[in-house]
């Protein structure tokens, strides 16, 4: 298949496009800059140059492939909801030159905030609907999109998304510890984080794409959940810092603008996902990932 796929030099994109590439898709990498575009042809991918807000470089390419793998996002916390209602602009654009198609549009989502305190799994719907919820609400309305001939897949990536390289919530969690001195944890540091490496993030999302009528909800979760406190240890262990509690009501001063999400408990479970699509995770767990020098060389270099 021609595969048109945006965030094609991210994190999680750049791996989706080697699964692809290697898998003999001809695919086609939406970069908004020089280095991005490099970065897509060096994995063997096309490159079209745009980004989130030029919808008409994203209809007319979303247009001309057999499949849409829609991963970018403009993650500004400055100002979430524009990142929301960019999102929405930009699901509306997939699914109206989409229409009647009977092409896939997998696109990125996630477990968290769904409902902290249980496990979550694929048959939970999202809570968030309409274009001023997170991500524009853009699930619920992808998912609605069967009707019109449409073959959407919702790809829900654990929280953490980890590996050699990552410059997620891991990482600032390991910048927070070492601007601080302290890797701490929320309360008794009983939260639960799922995670999934990098490398099995790239492969579901390979194996979501030849089956997206097996599963409309997929979970990239490898570990249901591990505990805060796990996390804090082994980013104290690698930081050589102290471990420590926050008060709950002491987080946002601590951490910043993650203290709001790390102090969560939001397991989820990827059973139905392993059923549906024959996914087993083999990559590193987190602990095993922040137990190697990587977070915390980068954060050395970074601080110096």
Same mark, same amino acid.
């Given at each position: 298949m021609r595969v048109f796929v945006t965030g094609a030099s991210g994190w999680i994109g750049s791996a989706v496009v080697s699964e692809l590439v290697a898998g003999g898709h001809e695919v086609v990498g /939406? %970069? $908004?800059?020089? &280095? @991005?575009?490099?970065? !897509? $042809? @060096? +994995?063997? +991918?096309?490159?079209?140059?745009?980004?989130?807000?030029? #919808?008409? !470089? /994203? %209809?007319?390419?979303?247009?001309? @492939?057999?499949? !849409?793998?829609h991963l970018a996002f403009k993650h500004d916390f400055s100002d979430y909801a524009a990142s929301g $209602?960019?999102?929405?602009?930009?699901?509306?654009?997939?699914l109206d030159v989409l229409d009647g198609s009977g092409k896939p549009l997998l696109f990125a989502s996630g477990v968290a905030l769904i409902s902290p305190g249980r496990v979550v799994t694929e048959e939970d719907g999202s809570p968030?609907?309409?274009p001023d919820a997170p991500r524009g609400g853009v699930e619920p309305l992808a998912l609605g999109a069967v009707d019109r001939g449409i073959r959407p897949v919702a790809l829900r990536f654990a929280p953490t998304v980890h590996g050699d390289g990552d410059h997620g919530f891991m990482a600032e969690l390991v910048r927070v510890a070492r601007a601080t001195g302290v890797a701490g944890y929320v309360g008794d540091g009983s939260g639960r984080w799922p995670a999934v490496h990098r490398s099995d993030a790239g492969r579901l999302v390979a194996l979501a794409l030849a089956q997206p009528d097996a599963a409309r909800v997929v979970h990239a979760v490898a570990e249901e959940g591990v505990p805060s406190r796990a996390i804090a240890e082994a980013i104290g262990r690698g930081?050589?810092?102290?471990? %420590?509690?926050?008060? *709950?009501?002491?987080v946002e001063s601590h951490f910043g603008w993650i203290g709001a999400f790390f102090g969560l408990d939001i397991p989820a479970s990827s059973a139905l996902t &392993?059923?549906? /699509?024959?996914?087993? *995770? !083999?990559? *590193?767990?987190? #602990?095993?990932?922040?137990?190697? *020098?990587?977070?915390?060389?980068r954060a050395a270099a970074a601080a110096r």
């Open positions: /939406l %970069a $908004r800059s020089d &280095r @991005s575009a490099e970065a !897509v $042809r @060096s +994995a063997g +991918a096309e490159t079209v140059r745009g980004d989130l807000d030029t #919808l008409d !470089v /994203l %209809a007319s390419t979303a247009a001309s @492939s057999d499949a !849409v793998v $209602r960019t999102e929405r602009a930009v699901m509306e654009t997939f968030f609907s309409g930081a050589d810092v102290p471990v %420590a509690s926050i008060d *709950p009501a002491e &392993r059923q549906r /699509l024959g996914w087993e *995770p !083999v990559g *590193p767990t987190l #602990l095993e990932d922040l137990a190697t *020098p990587s977070y915390f060389e």
